[in-house]
């Protein structure tokens, strides 16, 4: 019950956020042509979140990560984020029995048993150090594994880059955070708020580079969160790019592309 009643609650207030950024409609410079893209059809909208969460994040979240890593210890603050990355493999363990991978799974959970405990918590990744590396799954990807397509490029407010679905997948996977379970109520959103500023703590000389290079950020972001999703999906080995004809122009690209789709790897090389 008290799941249902955080997401709802979760929920209520994205709407607010929502519409927050919907009143900054006139902040974000639209270029001409916005929602060519097949890809991202909803550019114009996307580009006013984008606008609101930039806004959040340069006059909020920047500055609160900055003192953060200004306070906090460099160990201390590798601590935190491995024991955060440690919760994060009960999501991955999930979301590998949904896609039938049991070397996946193994791994995962291996790497959960090993760290919560010689690991101290997640505090040290040991499980690295013995072989098992560190992997990305969510029902994002599960989803994709069950055949749906992605949909649209969407921002979402606060959350940032996303699809229509990755944006599906965030509802269950919400469900196998364990920091959803935590009681008293307090504590939990105390350690949500420890986990969104330890996340913007690791992403700082990240954006300080696309600040000082990219010529327009929401492209550049964009279009690397695509790949890497895309990336993601085909375990490393992604469709080839689009073959070019005898006067070489290219094919259509990904959305409707004469390209070949990798095959996933078989399960045991993974």
């Known amino acids: 019950m008290s799941g249902a009643i955080d997401f709802a609650g979760g929920r209520l207030a994205r709407c607010a956020i929502a519409a927050a950024a919907l009143l900054l409609a006139g902040c974000a410079t639209v270029p001409p042509g916005a929602g060519s893209n097949p890809r991202d059809p909803w550019e114009r909208f996307n580009r006013q ?3 609101f969460n930039d806004h959040v994040d340069r006059y909020l979240l920047k500055p609160v990560a900055k003192g953060y890593v200004a306070v906090v210890p460099h160990a201390f603050r590798l601590c935190i984020s491995s024991g955060f990355s440690n919760l994060g493999e009960v999501r991955n363990a999930v979301n590998d029995i ?7 799974a193994a791994t995962d959970t291996g790497r959960l048993v090993i760290n919560s405990t010689l690991g101290m918590a997640g505090c040290f990744d040991v499980a690295t150090k013995m072989g098992l590396e560190r992997r990305t799954e969510d029902f994002g990807l599960t989803l994709a594994r069950w055949g749906l397509g992605t949909g649209p490029y969407l921002v979402l407010p606060v959350l940032g880059s996303s699809d229509v679905r990755d944006a599906v997948g965030l509802v269950p996977d919400s469900y196998a955070n364990p920091i959803g379970y935590v009681k008293p109520v307090r504590a939990r959103y105390i350690l949500y ?6 996340e913007r703590a690791l992403l700082l000389d990240a954006t300080d580079l696309i600040d000082r290079t990219a010529l327009d950020r929401y492209l550049f972001t964009r279009d690397a969160y695509l790949q890497r999703r895309t990336s993601l999906q085909y375990e490393g080995n992604p469709p080839l790019a689009p073959e070019q004809d005898d006067s070489g122009e290219t094919g259509p690209g990904a959305d409707g592309a004469k390209t070949k789709p990798a095959e996933p790897p078989p399960e045991n090389q993974r």
């Open 193 to 198: 708020g420890v986990y969104l500023i330890d």
């Open 98 to 104: 949904l896609q039938i991978k049991p070397v996946g």
């Open 49 to 51: 979140v984008y606008a």
